[in-house]
């Protein structure tokens, strides 16, 4: 594991900060998987990892799971600029599992606006899951359009466009072990 030293020394001059290393954002997750270990025991679980942004969440987060877990990728895409989110959501790839009568949690990057996650929840619901929950590494309340109801949360952050961890700009950055804010000067080109 790379110490937020060495984070800091290789970090690319795009990002402005490092918000959260990977030693926190380690700790987190194993918190996490012990929380839902705890409620799903004795239950199986299919964990649906949104792609592309929650892959590396997913990949650390199954490993604290003490459960029997069937992963399946589900690919969404919304429409509009590179940044911001406009609720308008294509799905790209559909899960392979039959999710009906199954538990299911729905694992993402972040919750932002909330239009993402309420569009895939509605659609998720009609296949009669016995349970759909909600685990998101990040969320920003602040940008917050609709009523989300997140049942398991990593870090709540400020209203910053953050790359890292899975979450990119424009295709990159997806594979730096930290989440760091993304200089703004560069959204504007
Ligand atoms: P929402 O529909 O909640 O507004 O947006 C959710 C999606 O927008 C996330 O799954 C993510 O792909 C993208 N998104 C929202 N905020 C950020 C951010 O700060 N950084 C990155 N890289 N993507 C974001």
């Given at each position: 594991?790379?110490?937020?030293?060495?984070?800091a020394?290789?970090?690319?001059?795009?990002?402005?900060?490092?918000?959260?290393?990977?030693?926190?954002?380690?700790s987190?997750?194993?918190?996490?998987g012990?929380?839902?270990?705890?409620?799903y025991?004795?239950?199986e679980?299919i964990?649906?990892?949104?792609?592309?942004?929650?892959?590396?969440?997913?990949?650390d987060?199954?490993?604290h799971?003490?459960?029997?877990?069937?992963i399946?990728?589900?690919s969404?895409?919304?429409?509009?600029?590179a940044?911001?989110s406009?609720?308008v959501?294509?799905?790209?790839?559909?899960?392979?599992?039959?999710?009906?009568?199954?538990?299911?949690?729905v694992?993402e990057?972040?919750?932002?606006?909330g239009?993402?996650?309420?569009?895939?929840k509605?659609?998720?619901?009609?296949r009669?899951?016995?349970s759909?929950?909600?685990?998101?590494?990040?969320?920003?309340?602040?940008r917050?359009k609709v009523?989300?109801?997140?049942?398991?949360?990593?870090?709540?952050?400020?209203?910053?466009f953050?790359?890292?961890?899975?979450?990119?700009?424009q295709s990159?950055y997806?594979n730096?072990?930290?989440i760091?804010?993304?200089d703004?000067s560069?959204?504007?080109?």
């Amino acid at each position: 594991m790379g110490s937020p030293m060495t984070e800091a020394a290789n970090k690319p001059k795009e990002i402005a900060e490092i918000l959260l290393d990977e030693p926190t954002l380690q700790s987190r997750i194993a918190e996490l998987g012990a929380e839902i270990t705890r409620d799903y025991q004795g239950e199986e679980l299919i964990v649906l990892c949104v792609l592309k942004g929650s892959i590396m969440f997913t990949v650390d987060l199954v490993k604290h799971l003490g459960l029997r877990v069937a992963i399946d990728f589900i690919s969404i895409s919304s429409y509009g600029a590179a940044t911001k989110s406009t609720g308008v959501v294509k799905m790209v790839k559909d899960i392979e599992e039959d999710i009906k009568g199954k538990h299911v949690l729905v694992v993402e990057d972040i919750v932002d606006t909330g239009l993402t996650l309420d569009y895939l929840k509605r659609s998720l619901s009609m296949r009669e899951p016995a349970s759909l929950k909600i685990c998101s590494l990040l969320s920003k309340p602040a940008r917050r359009k609709v009523d989300m109801e997140i049942d398991y949360l990593g870090f709540t952050i400020d209203d910053h466009f953050v790359v890292g961890y899975g979450l990119d700009y424009q295709s990159f950055y997806r594979n730096i072990p930290y989440i760091g804010i993304l200089d703004t000067s560069l959204l504007d080109e």
